[in-house]
């Protein structure tokens, strides 16, 4: 009986979260920007535009796990996109205080100034260097084709020096501070020294106090100021620079290096603590009506992605109540056949469309145009009355005048970026304090306002708390992909990645920020999206027992399967073929492959036995108020020692988050060869066979879900698949053949005969 409720409590789950996980595709909604209609409409004949003002966020921590080219690469893209120059501002925050990040950014300016008009010359694509020279040949679409050959050859030898300027920052730093420590320091300090003689504010090469990870002063520094509103074309070519800019404008948007305050005692919030400082210190030096994210691996690979975001946030009819307009990720050096399902089409091209009929898609972390009023906590137009006051307590948002007084002039969206105020002691200090780590005390910062604190998915919560205060979303796809970036092909990083999902998601169902506590502004079917978005990992815990059946089997030789067999049969046979079917269709509709479809089918059955069963056990643990799981960050691809392409595929990192889903392998392939030893040895008759028949087919199919898996663990051995088929049909063999010794001797079929030897017993032959 304990088995058969299992089974059917089991039952009317899975089919409770397969109805929940319809609930988001029943309207799906394709809606597609019309760049002509706004650039008609907002730029003007003389070169300037009308467009609204745009602030691009972008994070990182580590120059070694994540590798500072990836971040120099993405801020070249976001300088080069295709948006008034003057109406968008980039602003890097370096949330290690590393002098790398800051003599890397320094380095990229002075290359932006090349790169950046060669781009707008020749109308190139994608423009991150990195990508766009890893592609041989691309259409040519600029006006100088008969420049286009030399150009391109100067700027990849520049590029060559420019990552060449980069790696040698990690001894040139190191040397740089040791000759100024002879001469400069105190005796015992061994500082860091900045290029212009000063010591670094932020963490040194050798930590000290006040000069620590965790322990350091805030930075701002404007590295490449606020442009003029008028074109500023560049010079001819000459022999200190061959190529010709004489037709190209040269301005290049605002960059601005940020480094927080840290300091002991204070919990920093990790990323989402770095974005709201980010939206401070913009809102008092640029305040742009819009902002748009980015983690540090992704670039901007389409250069009109930026125009086809505000093409939704000012549009007439669902514009102004539009908080975020959220793109899908798409990534670069993924191996071909996905074996990860890092693509995770399924997701982004159909959950996240089928949202965008109700209200639109959640927020995923990165390559998300926010409306600034928005992440204020700012009530919608449409719930908000027209005489009602943009700020309503200044308690909420810290004690910091200036930057409370720009929250109402934020609230335009068509403004533009004004000119920035010159960086005087003022400025600097107003600067300083909204950095501080004490600024968020008593406010409500990372609660109502900015991004949400004390949760590992803090942007699923993000976006959830501005639908549930009535704002909605939009889902935007274009071709070329708007943004792209990397993600982990090594099997354990992936699995990490997750957990961390998954558990987050389960804090979130059980906390204050569950979906079904919203209230009356958060659409019923959304509600049930963010219910099955939330909840989902609870599905494992019955999966688990499905996969673990045959355990059962293998000991007892009873098989459960319902009566009558026939009826049964036909049944599950209508269930799976309809199930298929509406697969197919949202493969269809979606513009998905059925490889996208498969990988993700098998991976969910993977995350179910290693990571979502942890992501139940860490938030029962935090139920009783004990210390739940840790989430370990996803570390980046990094480029490998060697010249083989895809090498932390094959790259094996034990966890003990790999056994579960062993485990589950090793149950089922030993139920097939125990199966097999009892229909050869164990005189079952025809309807034992026949049941048996059902369980093996289960069985097949959970290794073939598994079978990505298998791979991970073979490491180099997976280059070759059919070895692991090999290695399982031996693994049959001799189970087949240990269970049916075991049976013989149960039966007294085989007799051992043993000699005695200095107290032991040795078997000598054995016969039946």
């Known amino acids: 009986m304990f088995f058969w409720w299992i089974s059917v409590i089991g039952d009317f789950w899975f089919g409770v979260s397969w109805l929940l996980n319809q609930v988001a595709k029943l309207k799906p909604i394709k809606r597609v920007p019309d760049l002509a209609l706004l650039q008609q409409q907002f730029d003007l004949p003389d070169g300037n535009s009308n467009l609204p003002g745009l602030d691009v966020f972008i994070n990182t921590v580590d120059p070694i796990n994540e590798p500072m080219i990836y971040t120099m690469n993405a801020i070249l893209s976001i300088l080069a996109a295709d948006y008034p120059v003057d109406k968008h501002a980039c602003y890097l925050s370096d949330d290690g205080g590393s002098i790398i990040h800051y003599d890397g950014l320094l380095e990229t300016a002075k290359f932006a100034k090349l790169w950046v008009p060669f781009c707008r010359k020749h109308s190139i694509e994608p423009r991150a260097p990195e990508s766009y020279f890893a592609v041989k040949s691309r259409p040519y679409a600029g006006s100088a084709p008969e420049d286009f050959l030399s150009d391109h050859r100067y700027m990849s030898r520049e590029y060559d020096e420019f990552k060449v300027r980069l790696d040698a920052l990690f001894t040139i730093i190191p040397k740089r501070s040791d000759a100024y420590n002879q001469t400069h320091a105190e005796e015992g300090v061994k500082a860091t020294w900045m290029a212009d003689g000063t010591e670094w504010p932020g963490t040194w090469i050798d930590p000290s106090e006040n000069h620590k990870k965790g322990h350091h002063a805030g930075i701002v520094q404007v590295m490449l100021n606020h442009p003029s509103n008028q074109p500023q074309l560049g010079l001819p070519a000459s022999t200190d620079s061959p190529v010709d800019f004489s037709n190209v404008d040269v301005r290049l948007p605002m960059l601005v290096y940020i480094a927080r305050e840290k300091r002991p005692g204070y919990d920093h919030q990790k990323k989402a603590g770095a974005m709201n400082v980010q939206l401070r210190v913009s809102a008092l030096l640029t305040n742009a009506p819009f902002i748009i994210n980015f983690d540090g691996d992704h670039y901007v690979n389409n250069s009109k992605a930026f125009r086809a975001g505000i093409c939704f946030m000012l549009d007439r009819r669902e514009g102004d109540n539009t908080a975020f307009v959220q793109f899908p990720q798409r990534f670069d050096d993924v191996d071909p056949t996905d074996r990860y399902c890092n693509h995770n089409r399924v997701f982004f091209d159909a959950t996240l469309l089928g949202l965008n009929g109700i209200q639109g898609p959640s927020y995923v972390g990165t390559g998300c145009m926010f409306r600034r009023v928005a992440l204020y906590g700012v009530d919608p137009p449409r719930w908000r009355p027209d005489d009602c006051n943009i700020v309503d307590s200044s308690k909420k948002f810290g004690n910091l005048d200036s930057f409370i007084s720009s929250i109402p002039i934020a609230a335009n969206q068509e403004r533009s970026i004004i000119s920035p105020p010159a960086l005087e002691e003022s400025i600097l200090q107003e600067l300083s304090d909204a950095m501080a780590c004490a600024y968020e005390d008593g406010t409500d910062w990372g609660k109502d306002v900015g991004w949400v604190y004390n949760i590992a ?160 056990l860490h938030i029962v643990l935090k139920c009783f108020g004990l210390k739940g799981v840790s989430f370990k960050l996803t570390a980046k691809q990094v480029a490998s020692s060697t010249s083989e392409k895809f090498a932390e595929l094959y790259d094996v990192q034990w966890a003990p988050l790999l056994f579960p889903t062993i485990v589950v392998i090793a149950v089922n392939i030993c139920a097939i060869g125990a199966a097999i030893g009892k229909a050869l040895f164990g005189g079952w008759s025809l309807m034992q066979m026949g049941d048996a028949s059902l369980g093996l087919v289960f069985n097949v199919w959970i290794l073939l879900l598994i079978y990505p898996f298998a791979l991970g663990i073979m490491g180099r051995w997976s280059k070759r698949p059919y070895i692991l088929f090999i290695l399982i049909v031996i693994s049959f063999v001799i189970i087949a053949l240990a269970d049916i010794a075991i049976q013989a001797m149960r039966s007294g079929s085989v007799q051992l005969h043993f000699r005695r030897s200095g107290g032991a017993n040795f078997p000598t032959s054995w016969g039946f």
């Open 457 to 616: 998915t803090e942007d699923v919560v993000t976006g959830f708390r501005l639908h549930r205060t009535g704002w909605r979303s939009m889902y935007c796809r274009m071709e070329p992909d708007a943004f792209r970036g990397t993600a982990p092909i090594n099997l354990t990083e992936r699995l990490y990645q997750i957990l961390r999902w998954s558990g987050g998601s389960l804090e979130m169902f059980f906390s204050h920020n569950c979906p079904l506590l919203a209230g009356r502004r958060l659409n019923f079917m959304q509600r049930i999206a963010y219910v099955n978005m939330t909840g989902y990992p609870v599905t494992s815990v019955f999966l688990l027992f499905y996969l673990l059946f045959p355990v059962i089997w293998i000991f007892r030789g009873i098989f459960y399967i319902q009566k009558p067999f026939p009826t049964y049969v036909l049944y599950l046979v209508i269930v799976i073929f309809m199930s298929e079917m509406i697969g197919m269709v949202e493969i269809k509709w979606a513009g998905l492959t059925l490889l996208d479809w498969i990988r993700n089918e098998q991976f969910y059955i993977i995350g179910a036995t290693a990571v979502y069963p942890l992501a139940v």
